[in-house]
């Protein structure tokens, strides 16, 4: 059971600016904090820490405010989950994909659609999770009068067991069309599994579902006017626009561990004893790597929020977008991604050699920022799936040397990557 205890938000004004959303999440990290290595060795559901995002009004961050939300922008979004992520990697992860699926509604659906959804999110202060895998066999849609029946399995739904509405996928039978809903995560028929068991991130509740008639109705699919699909080049957005939220995760697991592991230097680190001097903080080669750690990850959060302004753009102007702004996006969010990944993993694994060996023990848990960091990188070659509205809404990442690839082809050839499930 979570140690998370309430706070006085609620007796408390709202935050106004980006700034002071972004000062509220540093308060909700610093709630997650006190327990977060406890957290993550017990991997208990994360009831209270969702009610904790709730109780300090982030979940609403991208709602409408003439229905409780509060209006910010991508952006501060990201710099959300990044502050969030700096005391427990996945709650940021959970925070993210919720504003993901909560804006998958203005992503694919239509105005009346996406209205509906945002005022109703805002209003109950609904946790979104997503069960939207493409390498999983697709979930078979069936037509039933004015009713969609969704039926089969994915194997992922981060979310699933904490969030109050889940966004389904699957294939109209007899079609190639894929449809998208929103239901409620108590649905009959909808079964969240016990089986998340990995080395990090262990409290996403990203374990597998069983979908076995889930029902909603045909005016619920996401873009559809009379049955049929209404695409647009906004509809590919999903990609870049998820993988920035890894992205912002990464570099909050990260900035966690580099803080964390200072503070443990500067309090307990001795050191060492050829070294000739009293202190672990005057050792040259630890001044050095944490310097070189940090300068690393100024870096890649400056190029990450100078990304995320350059989507916001896009976001503002949904029609505007074309193919040649959507690929010249995908390529600045896959040099990022690239660089975060590698930035993360290389500070979550050389804080060791800044701590001492007693860093290492299990009460620490100093461990848990790599293995989130580890636990998200894929290590195997996706699939190519061209279709723009399987792009739409993926939950998923492709390796790194595939988003390298996207930016040296662009480079060389001005080539722009095609809007897959990965790209």
Known sequence: MSTVTPTDWQTRPAPQTAEDWIARAAEVAAVLATDAAA??????????????????????LLGPTEHGGAGQDWPTAYR???????????IGQLLGYHYLWNWAARLVGTREQWEHVEAEAARNRWFFGGAVNPRDKDVIVTEDGDDLVFTGRKSFSTGSKVSDVTVLEGVLEGTDSHVFAIVPSDSEGLTFHDDWDNIGQRLTESGGVTID?????????AGYVDKEFQP?????????????VFVNFYLGIAGGALETAATYTRTRTRPWLHGGHDRAVDEPYVIDTYGDLTAKLWAVEALADAVAAEGQKLHDD?????????GDFEVRVAAVKARATEVALEI????????????????EG??????????????????????????????????VAYKRREVGRWVLEGELPQPTWYS
């Open 366 to 399: 100093l461990d848990r920022f790599w293995r989130n960091v580890r636990t998200r990188p894929p290590v195997s070659r996706p699939p190519p799936l061209n279709e723009a509205l399987r792009a739409a809404l993926s939950g998923l990442h492709d390796p």
């Open 80 to 90: 959300v989950v990044r502050e969030v992520a700096k005391a427990d990697g996945s």
């Open 318 to 326: 949904p029609d505007a977008v074309t193919e040649q702004t959507r």
């Open 213 to 221: 008639g889930v029902r909603t109705p045909w005016s619920s699919a």
């Open 348 to 363: 979550s694994n050389r804080v060791f050699e800044v701590t001492g060996a007693r860093s290492t023990t299990t009460a």
């Open 39 to 60: 957290r993550d060795r017990a991997g208990a559901t994360p009831y209270a820490e969702v009610q904790l995002l709730k109780d300090s009004g982030l979940v609403t």
């Open 232 to 244: 647009r080049t906004y509809n590919t957005l999903n990609v870049p626009t998820i993988q920035l």
